[in-house]
């Protein structure tokens, strides 16, 4: 056995390549071309197939967190009588401020797409766009779409070829259309025209990278130990930003060969793994704590199988509906795929976040327990004392004592 | 029993009217607002009823059903939070609207339609959770020729499952009687509306309120005979005195904001939310086919975040002019983040026409104390401007 602390190589790559793109997306948009804002998974192929810059709201804004200047926003969004302390509002609380932004701020977009994914995102973005003076575009029925009914249980395994079951059949064209009517705007306001070709070509690139992507994560699923920590299965999601094009897949490919390197050699990133969790969220704030106490590895969270569900089969012809159809149902929530991927990575517990838990279960919980997996519902994303707390209990009374029963027995 | 009383009395127990009428074997559908064709229910053979909350109602089944289900990604961390939307949850999971045969979700936000989803999820939870089975009637944000096109299907679709229902088909003569018989509540509306906005009102918002709220869930020929008794009733009252308050923000499913103003002697002259004056909208059309009238009168309601921004604002501010007040409230719940986000334009247009406002943010669904608002109201109008008469 190997133990390599260091971050992967493909790792280290994507974080300087974010951030020479931040800077080239910066210098082209300053040179006076034409840029989009717009929500994350509801619309940037487009523009990745008219090279026109673009900018996802939720990307821009973590930026804006990374810089520490949440509460300077939070402030001027309030003393303009917006309340709530919206996350997403922070990318035009900067438009309102630029000195406190990131790069001194955005530039004027061309464009901003409306987001309508939370109730209060269509406002945002209207208010963003009446602040720059350009037009606001909206889409209806944004990702995360809710289902009357749920899906069946195995819906991850179909998403790639019978996404159109999954959906709404007169939402799916009604968003169709207006996803048309979006490329008219991008269209006459850029001079740049749209090609169903190249369309096809980012949604072709756009599978196989994350082809590639559920095959390294079907290593580290597979493997006796797991070969990645959290940490950098986390890091290398940035290459999302990077879907559609050949370096997208040209990070994953490598990305993927390095995961096989390590598996091959026996390389652990929890060299006392002695049991396997599964995260509701992203990387756990407590995991090197829990990791060096327990021994207690995260292989998995919310976030390392949805690659997979980005990939969709599509005709070269009409590459748009299947498109259109992913800006409405990414993937569905609930416990299926929490339970399917938990178990895929042979996971002995689930913990999730849940700031609003009542009384009663969560579905995920419930659901989690009856499959065998053992659910800590935690308040909030902390490493604070008391998290920490609920963590350590939850090992030492629910997985520890069972282990040792079993091996006493 | 007088014509407001009786009102009151509806609006006070909103299944009354609907017990009344399933007790007479007939069969209700509950719906939870608009944008929903409530004319073609109502052809179909049904008493279509507007489904609410209260603040007194409790959270116990939600937090039971509701919390443990409810798709938390789908409307933002915050809006599990927004009290009127629970407050419906919860009255349709406890049994508190167990007289409906079904229940039409709408969709003026997706907080709203989620009820939808909760209470699918709900019954594969517990499959002998008694709550009526709903039916999602789709609308977009965006109004549009597609978007007119989709509300035609959802619109037919709505009509086939209501044929299904009932066993029959609806036909022209009884769509075109009910859009008649709403048309005239809405005139009738019209008529009481005038009572409040004239200069000195003889009609209180609070029982333009329960009069509204009420007829909401009572067959329309009732409604239309309770409404006459009541003009007649409010033509003899005495003209009221006091600063006249215009209410704007989140839907208000209680009188409690208006009991509260008008107990510190001013008066609701008018208001924006769905609960109000503007529950019916304009009246159907009479001048083409009555499924084609009825379908365009789906297609042009607007659901609550209406787009653009800018048409929203303006029609505010059309609102606050027609109503000539000396002061607009908004009061947007905790966790409207629809509203949280829209409020602060509207207010400043509302401003722009010399009237000064009033913004109770954050507010808690549970009624504040009287009081408190009372003193609020009084501090704002100490310092309001001239009101809008004199000001133009």
């Known amino acids: 056995m190997t133990v390599i602390p260091d971050r992967l190589a493909s790792v280290n790559r994507i974080r300087q390549i974010r951030r020479d793109w931040t800077e080239e997306t910066r210098a082209r948009v300053a040179a006076g071309e034409d840029f989009v804002v717009c929500n994350g998974d509801e619309c940037e192929e487009l523009m990745i197939a008219m090279d026109i810059p673009f900018i996802a709201i939720n990307y821009w804004n973590f930026l804006i967190v990374a810089q520490k200047k949440t509460d300077h926003y939070f402030k001027l969004l309030r003393e303009r009588g917006h309340y709530g302390d919206d996350f997403f509002a922070l990318g035009y609380a900067a438009t309102l401020d630029p000195s406190q932004a990131p790069w001194g701020g955005l530039p004027n977009p061309t464009l901003i797409v409306g987001s309508t994914r939370f109730e209060s995102e269509l406002r945002i973005c209207e208010l963003w766009a009446q602040e720059v003076g350009c037009p606001c575009i909206p889409l209806d029925f944004s990702f995360p779409e809710p289902i009357a009914k749920r899906l069946p249980s195995d819906w991850p395994d179909h998403m790639f070829t019978d996404w159109v079951k999954f959906v709404d059949a007169d939402r799916l064209a009604h968003r169709w259309s207006e996803e048309r009517v979006l490329i008219r705007h991008l269209e006459r306001k850029t001079g740049k025209s749209f090609s169903v070709a190249d369309l096809a070509r980012v949604c072709d690139l756009i599978n196989e990278q994350m082809s590639w992507w559920n095959k390294a994560q079907m290593l580290i699923a597979k493997a006796d130990r797991c070969p990645v920590g959290i940490r950098d299965q986390m890091s290398i999601y940035q290459a999302m930003w990077h879907r559609g094009s050949e370096l997208g897949v040209e990070l994953i490919k490598d990305y993927h060969d390095e995961v096989e390197e390590r598996v091959k050699n026996g390389v652990v990133a929890v060299p006392n793994e002695r049991i396997r969790l599964y995260y509701g969220s992203q990387t756990p704030p407590w995991a090197t704590e829990i990791e060096e106490r327990y021994g207690a590895a995260t292989v998995a969270c919310y976030y390392t199988g949805i690659p997979a569900l980005y990939g969709r089969q599509f005709d070269p012809g009409d590459p748009m509906m299947a498109l259109a159809a992913r800006h409405m149902l990414l993937f569905s929530i609930g416990p299926d795929r929490i339970i399917r991927d938990a178990k895929l990575h042979r996971c002995d517990a689930v913990i999730g976040i849940e700031p609003h838990r009542g009384a009663y279960p969560s579905l995920d919980e419930r659901e989690c327990e009856a499959a065998g997996l053992p659910f800590l519902a935690l308040p909030r994303e902390a490493s604070d004392p008391e998290i920490v707390d609920m963590v350590s209990r939850f090992i030492e009374d629910r997985l520890l004592a069972s282990s040792e029963k079993l091996n006493a027995g | 029993m007088p014509a407001s009383d009786s009102l009151k009395s509806h609006y006070e127990d909103r299944t009354r009217a609907a017990s009344a009428w399933s007790e007479a074997g007939g069969r209700v559908i509950g719906f939870t607002g608009p944008p929903c064709p409530v004319e073609l229910i109502a052809a179909a053979g049904f008493l279509p009823v507007r489904v609410s909350g209260s603040p007194a109602g409790g959270r116990e089944a939600f937090d039971k059903y509701a919390l443990p289900t409810h798709p938390k990604w789908s409307t933002g961390p915050r809006q599990i939070a927004l009290g009127y939307v629970n407050a419906m949850t919860e009255a349709v999971l406890n049994g508190s609207w167990s007289v409906l045969d079904r229940l039409i979700v709408s969709n003026p936000r997706k907080a709203v339609y989620l009820i939808h989803t909760i ?274």
């Open chain 2, 119 to 392: 209470l699918c999820h709900s019954r594969q939870m517990d499959p002998e959770l008694q709550a009526p089975e709903s039916y999602f009637v789709d609308h977009t944000i965006v109004s549009s020729y597609d978007g007119a096109r989709f509300h035609l299907r959802v619109f037919e679709k709505l009509r086939a499952a209501l044929e299904a229902w009932s066993g029959k088909p609806i036909t022209e003569a009884a769509l075109a009687d009910a859009i008649a018989q709403a048309n005239e509540t809405r005139a009738l509306l019209a008529r009481l509306n005038a009572f409040r906005i004239e200069q000195a009102p003889r009609l209180s918002g609070s029982l333009a309120l329960a009069a509204i709220g009420a007829v909401q869930t009572m067959p329309a020929a009732q409604a239309n005979e309770l409404l006459a008794s009541l003009i007649e009733e409010v033509e003899a009252a005495p003209h009221r005195d006091g600063p006249r308050i215009f209410v704007a923000g989140s839907a208000l499913d209680n009188d409690a904001l208006y009991r509260a103003i008008e107990a510190s002697g001013a008066i609701v002259v008018g208001e924006s939310h769905s609960w109000g004056a503007a529950a019916f909208g304009p009246a159907i059309r009479t001048d083409i086919a009555p499924f084609a009238a009825a379908a365009d009168h789906f297609h042009r309601q607007r659901p609550d975040a209406v787009y653009p921004i800018a048409e929203a604002v303006a029609g505010m501010a059309r609102q606050v002019e027609a109503a000539k007040p000396d002061l607009a409230v908004f009061q947007v719940y905790h966790a409207d983040d629809h509203l949280a986000w829209q409020a602060p334009s509207e207010m400043e247009a509302v401003r722009a026409l010399g009237v000064p406002t009033l913004y109770l943010s954050e507010a808690p669904y549970q009624p504040e104390d009287p009081a408190i608002i009372g003193r609020k109201i009084a501090d704002a109008l100490g310092t309001a401007a001239r009101p809008l008469e004199t000001a133009q």
